[in-house]
């Protein structure tokens, strides 16, 4: 049974018609599990009694359906599916003509209700996100339908995206309206008599010689200030030859091609060595007579009176005094609109500023190169250079310098004299590109901007060059001192960007910044100084969040994860080890969690290629032994523990015993990996550590469950589910979830097991857990696999494996192919079963999971029942049943798939390994 809630409110199968105990059921699929109160209160904001009233529709839900809505101790929850998780399905995995097929009409669409104002802004957004995942839809088989040719087919769905569009005002349709036009669609006369004209307008605009190339995000965002959303003033600021020039250009000529100024469009050029009676120069430009020469703000106002014109000032920053005088002739002339071009933000209330950055480096249209790539090529082949289009060192080049416009000119004009890789190592940090006949200079450029800037600005910008990957004002403040009014003065100077609180440096400006701050090497070594300390206080901060995994720190490791690597590395180098120590068991957690062990691995072994002292290298040696058995090294792992011994503190023996653990745990030794963890939680509760204590008995019960007692595993992961709701472990709760969700699918409790999971998934997707979701997809692929859907089984499964190689989930990946083998056999899909099970017992022995080659063998032998031949499938059981490592679940299953074979079937011996039983079916497992 399934909720209907695209184009409709209903609950398939059912006659049941009550909007607003359906609404709340929606609620609940859509949104997880609730409390009571919260939902009475969210639905019956005005009720006297809101409770009464929710146990009301409560009994007319599962009057109509038992069991529709379930309880949790306060909170109530639904295990019913949805149409629109399987929209949210098939958008994820790119499956558009599966989502256009799924939408049956708008969110609850007929709902005739009186909601409160949070419900109804939650139906609103609902309407509003499906649209736009239907819309993107559309686009999306709309391209892949005009790549083929089939052009009345993309005219179809660049209508349905338009018409979702308008109907929505989700965003600029310009995507669409480009496929509009590109498909033949008579709509795209609606679009011009909606926002343009159709006849010819003066257009007095410089015409390039190059094609024009990327833009297309800054090209509507400026049509859509100044032609629908009611700016007049918009000015395009970056550093030099970031494209200012090139992009109004562009920008003007749409508008004159759309029409949408009556009195057309001109271009004022602000060189260098104009005058500065700028009223003139638009005078001139505008062709108003007589003498122009002779016009000033008030007479250029009232000539230019209601006109509706667009007038592109090219360089406004050479009048940068006379902002108020501009700001003052939009006011007076109300159909005035100006686009201008500068490397300073002026400063007037008029003003709305688009900072422009480099050139996209990554590609707008599937198979072509990206509009830097594609500009370095162009620039390339004036010179006759005969460059492959793709090549991976012009794209690097290109992405280093962030698709700057004239450092990418610069390096492409020697693509005559180098190769592609050569050009990448001459020009790339800190070597600029530099110009092949003199002329514009990109040093000297910057060098002028730097000479330009306040006192103040001057001494704060070398500084900021430490920094990586952008800052905040509270890191510029204490490393340099730099107070708010320096930061926006370099800020609208271009000379660093700022975005949604963050600060930054252009890659072309952080090697100016380095190269000033290398003239002074005693303040260079204090602000390196500065930076270290003050990211790893940031840290020591976070300690308690790194834990949890709570979402300000993840959004500190996301957006100084740079800044943050620098420091830990700097204070490695520096021998700071006592600094770093108590930070070490909180990075593995988030590294862990997060799924980045390779990553980790680095950080730690950083410390240990240089603490020399036993005590001080314990804690980085425990932490990249961990990591080093997630990727599925295991020797690495034990060398790395071979000097690390207990010890009086019990927060390291734990850790200790979890490694053991976990070493025991891959080569299938369930009981001795139990004793381990068990070892580990008794010590982290000494320790108070309640986050070791939860993941000891998380593995514990991994291990006691692979031993079979299902019953005594799920006690534990109950603790440990308890622990970390008492801790408020969200993180670690959505991983507990998927394990509890796995173990009740064994124990055949299905539905309980599909909510344990579905609720560790919008956790982990909530909470950006990328290393969970792969486990959680895997274990609901199960569930589709054990209830026979295995086309939604191989779904789930493929997800799972993207997904586990991702984060380098090595076993899980394994896991994934093995399952997709099983899979594609109950689809009768021999080849590609034989292909997945090669590929997934090839990578268990890589890894030396044991238990997993086990499970493999067993599903090869169903592999072999049903292609009927039960000889070689009777040596895979018997070898699989000889091997210790064989999980008790899948020794049931050998057992039973014996029991059924003909004992005549069965008069070989079995393998004498599992190595030989690998070489017989052509698994490539090395040795």
Avoid at 249 to 258: D, K, L, M, P
Avoid at 613 to 634: M, S
Avoid at 659 to 683: I, K, Q
Wanted: with cysteine; charged share 30%; proline share 5%.
């Amino acid at each position: 049974m399934r909720l209907r809630l695209l184009g409709s409110l209903e609950l398939e199968g059912v006659r049941f018609t009550r909007p607003k105990p359906l609404l709340l059921l929606a609620y609940l699929a859509l949104e997880g599990s609730r409390e009571r109160r919260f939902l009475a209160e969210l639905f019956w904001p005005e009720a006297k009694r809101p409770l009464g009233s929710l146990s009301v529709a409560l009994t007319q839900l599962n009057k109509a359906h038992p069991g529709a809505v379930r309880t949790h101790g306060r909170r109530l929850y639904t295990p019913l599916p949805t149409d629109v998780d399987e929209l949210i399905d098939a958008v994820a995995r790119g499956e558009w003509a599966r989502a256009v097929r799924l939408y049956g009409g708008a969110f609850a669409e007929g709902l005739d209700l009186r909601l409160g104002h949070e419900l109804e802004e939650w139906v609103f957004q609902m309407r509003e996100r499906v649209a736009v995942w239907v819309a993107r839809a559309h686009l999306e088989l709309g391209h892949q339908a005009l790549h083929r040719g089939a052009f009345d087919r993309a005219r179809a769905h660049a209508e349905a995206a338009y018409a979702l569009e308008r109907a929505w005002g989700l965003s600029d349709p310009a995507t669409t309206v480009e496929l509009l036009r590109k498909s033949g669609s008579p709509l795209l006369d609606d679009f011009v008599r909606e926002h343009g004209r159709a006849e010819p307008v003066p257009c007095r605009v410089p015409r390039p010689v190059t094609r024009h190339l990327g833009r297309r995000e800054e090209l509507e965002a400026i049509e859509r200030l100044l032609v629908r959303e009611g700016q007049r003033w918009v000015t395009l600021v970056g550093l030099a030859g970031v494209g200012k020039t090139r992009t109004a250009i562009e920008a003007a000529q749409r508008f004159c091609r759309r029409c949408y100024f009556a009195d057309g469009v001109v271009w004022v050029e602000l060189d260098a060595d104009a005058d500065a009676d700028l009223p003139a120069r638009i005078a001139e430009a505008l062709k108003l007579t007589p003498d122009p020469r002779r016009l000033g703000w008030e007479d250029l106002a009232a000539r230019i009176d209601r006109r509706s014109v667009c007038i592109v000032l090219d360089g406004i920053e050479r009048f940068h005094d006379q902002a108020g005088e501009l700001a003052r002739l939009v006011v007076r002339c109300p159909n005035l609109h100006l686009l201008a071009t500068s490397r300073v933000r002026l400063g007037a209330a008029e003003e709305r500023c688009l900072h422009l950055d480099g050139l996209s480096v990554d590609p707008e249209v599937p198979g072509e190169p990206s509009p830097a790539v594609a500009l370095f090529l162009e620039r390339a082949r004036r010179v006759h250079a005969a460059l492959g289009e793709g090549t991976a060192a012009v794209e690097e080049l290109c992405r280093v310098w962030q698709g700057h416009p004239l450092a990418i000119e610069l390096a492409a004009s020697w693509a005559d004299l180098f190769p592609a890789e050569e050009l990448a190592r001459r020009f790339s940090p800190p070597h600029l590109p530099r110009p092949r006949n003199g002329e514009g200079d990109l040093e000297t450029l910057l060098e002028e901007a730097y000479e330009q800037l306040p006192s103040a600005a001057r001494r704060v910008f070398p500084g900021l060059g430490v920094f990586e990957g952008g800052f905040d004002a509270e890191a510029a403040t204490e490393v340099l001192g730099a107070d708010v009014g320096t930061l926006a003065v370099l800020s609208d100077r271009a000379m660093v960007w700022a975005r949604n609180g963050r600060l930054g440096l252009h890659p072309l400006l952080r090697q100016l910044a380095l190269r000033r701050l290398a003239r002074r090497p005693g303040e260079e070594a204090e602000v390196r100084a500065a930076h270290a300390r003050h990211y790893l206080d940031r840290l020591l901060r976070h300690v308690q969040g790194l834990n949890r995994g709570d979402e300000p720190t993840l959004a500190l490791m996301r957006n100084d994860h740079a800044n943050l690597r620098a420091a830990w590395e700097r204070a490695a180098a520096w021998g700071w080890h006592d600094r770093l120590a108590p930070l070490a068991e909180p990075l593995l957690r988030f590294f862990d969690r997060q799924g980045r062990f390779e990553e980790g691995r680095r950080w730690f072994e950083a410390v240990l290629a240089r603490a020399e002292d036993g005590g001080l290298r314990a804690p980085f040696a425990l932490a990249a032994a961990w990591l080093w058995i997630r990727l599925g090294d295991l020797e690495a792992a034990e060398r790395l523990m071979e000097g690390v011994a207990v010890g009086a503190d019990p927060a390291r023996n734990a850790r200790l015993e979890q490694n053991r653990g976990m070493l025991a745990y891959r080569r299938g030794d369930f009981a001795a990996a139990a004793e381990h963890w068990g070892r580990a939680a008794a010590l982290a509760r000494e320790g108070a550590d309640p986050w070791a204590r939860t993941a000891a008995l998380q593995n514990r019960a991994i291990a006691v469950f692979s031993m079979g007692d299902h019953e005594a595993a799920r006690r534990l992961f109950l603790e440990a589910l308890a622990t970390q709701e008492a801790h408020g472990h969200e993180a670690d709760m959505a991983k507990t979830y998927n394990n509890l969700g796995n173990l009740l699918r064994v124990m055949g409790r299905s539905d309980e097991a599909e909510r344990m999971l579905n609720q560790g998934l919008r956790r982990a997707r909530r909470l950006g857990l990328g290393q969970i979701e792969p486990f959680l997809l895997y274990n609901l692929g199960q569930l589709a696999l054990a209830s026979g859907r295995y086309v939604d089984a191989l779904g789930r499964f493929e997800a799972a494996l993207e997904g586990s190689r991702r984060s380098r989930e090595r076993v899980l990946e394994a896991s994934c192919q093995i399952n997709l083998g099983l899979t594609s056999a109950h689809l009768q899909r021999w080849v590609e079963a034989e292909r997945h099970l090669r590929q997934g017992l090839a990578a268990a022995w890589r890894v030396g999971e044991a238990a997993e080659v086990a499970r493999g063998l067993v599903v090869w032998a169903r592999l072999e029942l049903a292609q009927g031949d039960p000889r070689r499938a009777c040596r895979l059981l018997r070898t699989a049943l000889g091997l210790p490592e064989l999980r008790a679940h899948n020794r049931r299953e050998a057992e039973n798939l014996m029991e059924a074979l003909d004992p005549g079937a069965c008069p070989g011996a079995p393998y004498r390994s599992a190595a030989e039983a690998l070489e017989d079916l052509g698994v490539a497992a090395p040795a």
